[in-house]
């Protein structure tokens, strides 16, 4: 097991390397290879674990002396949740950019850079594998900021000026949150000597919700939660497979991912902290849902909409300090879920901007009967980030409410209403949405649009399936990661 987790661990990394200084053809079927095979090492990885933690210690620093090894490689059903999502969105994104870094795409048309393009996005594999199979607070840390860099590379990948200035504003804000992060670990080693999950559990009552809070900051800002979200929109000047990897299953996922280590493996977050959570959830999910209604960028509209998706994962994790076990499963499904939807929606997008050369909602209609196999895809995804039954999103969406009203408290009642409300905007917005570019009179930008090629296909048709079924193999997992849960 060991072997295979170094494996999984190093081959992204290798393929990296390897993949940057090739050209067209050869990085797209060397990249796809990589990537299939970190995918199907993943997957056997989670059932040789048979989700029971497993964990092995590797190596110290001599200079920073420590009651446990610094570095090693874990792996849980926590782990494991995550991990399914980043490589398996991460195979797919890798084969989908094959047709869409190409002369294909209408919007950019040149397979420029490639080499460079599939360096980061290998390199972000590889960066979120190592962060899910980290061991302890301290080498998640040196693969968060891996990520963090990783995003800038993707971000800027086309070098224009707006490019460039998004770039450098995710890798400010998210390192600046960082930086909470950092005073967290400081605190954790002088007060315990240790940077173990469950370290913070020895600190002092005070200080213990000090440095949860100072984990919480970082994690929203590499979640774009309010006040950090301004990055995330502006972020949408990257290659749109690139968007939907950071943006569904990777970087955003990554504050999530540390907020639940959080909940689950410490199991210290008071309830103070836990309202906290709460409301600054609600808050960024309803700015998000405000800014949908002045989009005119499909883009721009997926990347509020994720914003206020990531907000629903951090309410359903606020809910289990307060007592909801059911509201930190939906919150955990959610994670997975939205990993899968919002991969459907951004791949489809990228798939009208390719055939049309054009993202605009006012520009755009009658889509339907050009690009068929394309809308469909877009309204499965439509339906299912508005919590549709019998879609994915709708079952996370469903357990976060069941376990906020299970709570019997006020508070409850607030937040699943809310929820709810929410949920019926989005389903009219994006109804609104879809009757606009799908369906009514061909416009000229419409009138040249074909589906695209099959490397772009075959991720759709795969991320359809997963925004159904998902849940089957996502509510196992959760249920072996919360079992340990004591509240």
Known sequence: MFKLLLILLLLPFVGAVLIAPLKERKADVTSSIFAGIVLVLAIWAIIKSKLVPISFPLADLPWLTSRHPLFGLQIDPLSCLLLIAVTLVGFLVVLYSAGYVSEFNREHPTQAEKGRYY???????????????????????????????????????????????????????????????????????????????????????????????????????????????????????????????????????????????????SQVVPEPVGYLMGAMALITMYIGLTFYFFQDDLKRLLAFSTITHLGYMFLGLSLGPLGSTLAVQGGLLHLINHSFTK???????????????????????????????????????????????????????????????????????????????????????????????????????????????WTMLVPLFVLIVLSLLSPTFGLPIIADAIGGLSL
């Open 119 to 265: 360096f980061f996005l290998l390199l972000f594999i590889g960066s979120m594998t190592g962060l899910v199979l980290s061991p302890n607070f301290f080498q998640l840390f040196l693969f968060w900021e891996l990520t963090t860099l990783c995003s800038w590379g993707l971000i800027s990948h086309l070098r224009t000026r707006e490019a460039v200035q998004a770039g450098f504003k995710a890798l400010v804000i998210t390192h600046g949150a960082g930086l909470f992060f950092v005073a967290a670990l400081l605190i954790m080693y002088v007060q315990t000597g240790s940077f173990e999950f469950n370290a913070l559990r020895e600190l002092p009552a005070g200080l213990k919700t000090l440095t949860v809070v100072f984990l919480l900051i970082g994690a929203w800002g590499k979640a774009a939660q309010f006040p950090f979200s301004t990055w995330l929109p502006t972020a949408m000047a990257a290659p749109t497979p690139a968007s939907a990897y950071l943006h569904a299953a990777a970087m955003v996922k990554a504050g999530v991912y540390l907020t639940a280590r959080v909940v689950i493996s």
């Open 343 to 453: 991969s459907l929606l951004f791949l489809a997008v990228g798939a009208i901007s390719c055939a049309t050369g054009t993202k605009s909602i006012t520009k755009l209609s009658g889509l339907g009967r050009k690009m068929p196999i394309t809308t469909a895809a877009f309204v499965v995804g439509a339906l299912a980030i508005s919590g549709v039954p019998p879609f994915n999103i709708f079952w996370s969406k469903f357990f976060i409410v069941a376990g906020a009203i299970q709570l019997g408290s006020a508070w409850g009642w607030i937040v699943g209403v809310l929820a709810v409300a929410e949920s019926v905007a989005c389903f009219a917005w994006f109804l609104k949405v879809m009757q606009r570019v799908f369906f009514g009179p061909t416009s000229p930008e419409a009138e040249i649009a074909v589906d695209p090629p």
